[in-house]
């Protein structure tokens, strides 16, 4: 029994060690997204597209092996929580990968010209707050943080969503003013929306991680 458990404790780390990889490749395309953004890059952007297929198919591979180590190893407890919650992550973290690439394609569809550097920059500025949750709550998830640890990760929420609320109103109101400006604040609010739903991904991700420590289920929103 003893040996039995071991490997499934190992396995569960291999899991977690895998969301982690997945988190990463995740966070280093928001974060592309970001440097795109402000330098209106558009091979970068470019790149951040293609390397979204690579963030998909880690998804699968992790869901494959969550099933079988439900399968082959048959965890209980707290193992079986945290096997669910690496497929529920699995998830998670690929739909955040396909934010970063929305932004992306956003920057393609625009061209050459550059968003306006003012409304850029305070979007850039809810991003970094967003990213540092997400990365903060994956930390706490890989080291099986407790309830205190997950809750301070995500803290931030609320100011990641009034930010987002002063900055559609500022965009409106220049719409309101300029209707020539109507499709690149458009444009400029799902840029934004987007980085909002990582801060909500984010709460998710710590929410399982409180799952997995303390078989709770919390709502962090």
Not at 143 to 171: K, L, Y
Request: with cysteine; net charge negative; proline share 3%.
């Amino acid at each position: 029994m003893t040996d039995s458990l071991t490997l499934v404790q190992k396995q569960r780390a291999h899991l977690q060690d895998a969301v982690d990889g997945l988190g990463r490749l995740a966070l280093t395309a928001l974060r592309h997204s970001v440097d795109c953004l402000e330098q209106h890059d558009l091979a970068l952007a470019a790149r951040i597209i293609a390397d979204d297929a690579e963030i998909n198919q880690q998804r699968r591979l992790l869901e494959q092996e969550c099933l079988v180590t439900l399968a082959a190893y048959k965890p209980a407890g707290v193992d079986l929580r945290a096997v669910g919650a690496c497929m529920e992550l699995a998830g998670e973290l690929e739909r955040i990968g396909d934010y970063a690439a929305d932004v992306a394609r956003l920057l393609v569809k625009r061209g050459a010209t550059p968003f306006p550097a003012e409304p850029v920059a305070a979007i850039c500025e809810l991003a970094g707050t967003a990213i540092a949750m997400l990365e903060a709550t994956l930390e706490v998830f890989a080291a099986n943080g407790d309830e205190a640890r997950a809750r301070a990760a995500v803290a931030a929420e609320d100011q990641v969503d009034r930010d987002e609320h002063a900055f559609i109103e500022q965009v409106l109101e220049r719409m309101r003013e300029d209707p020539e400006f109507a499709v690149t604040g458009t444009q400029l609010l799902w840029i934004a929306h987007n980085y909002e739903r990582v801060a909500d991904r984010a709460t998710n991700v710590a929410e399982r991680a409180i799952y997995v420590a303390s078989g709770k289920t919390p709502d962090l929103d």
